[in-house]
């Protein structure tokens, strides 16, 4: 049986983000001056761990033909022959994504995310994300 290859996408990362992650280490030095510092250790320590998982579990991988979307470190699988169209976008929504500069996914029909609003992903590299989709699913219109 032949083995499918499969192409990791890492998520592009903001400077917001890293800006985020310095407001909560600045909540923690606080919280440590008002209250005992085991519990803010214990705060501030799943406050972290919450961050970390936010920032390294978002992946996007192509295998075969599938788009598996990882957020929190577990598997979303997208068909992408049921991929209509993509673009590039600019947002700031709340989804897969830790960068305003985003991919946009459309699917043919509504089954494939359960809703009709697109997938909206920020991989690294977007061309390259855009043209190995284009490559499995010539259909797949870019907008």
């Known amino acids: 049986m032949e083995e499918k290859s499969k192409t990791v996408y890492r998520s592009r990362i903001d400077w917001w983000m890293w800006c985020v992650i310095l407001f909560v280490v600045a909540v923690v030095y606080v919280m440590c001056i008002s209250t005992y510092w085991w ?8 406050i972290a761990l919450l961050f970390v998982l936010l920032v390294f579990g978002c992946r996007y991988e192509i295998k075969g033909d599938q788009l598996i979307v990882y957020q929190f470190f577990r598997p979303h699988r997208f068909p992408i022959m049921k991929i209509k169209e993509v673009k590039k976008t600019v947002g ?5 994504g830790m960068s305003r500069l985003r991919v946009s996914i459309k699917f043919v029909d ?12 920020s991989p690294l590299d977007r061309d390259a994300f855009i043209a190995q989709l284009k490559r499995i699913n010539p259909a797949i219109v870019e907008g």
């Open 110 to 121: 509504r089954s494939v995310m359960k809703s009709s609003m697109p997938l909206e992903i």
């Open 92 to 96: 700031y929504l709340a989804t897969a």
């Open 39 to 46: 519990l803010s250790l214990i705060y501030g320590g799943g």
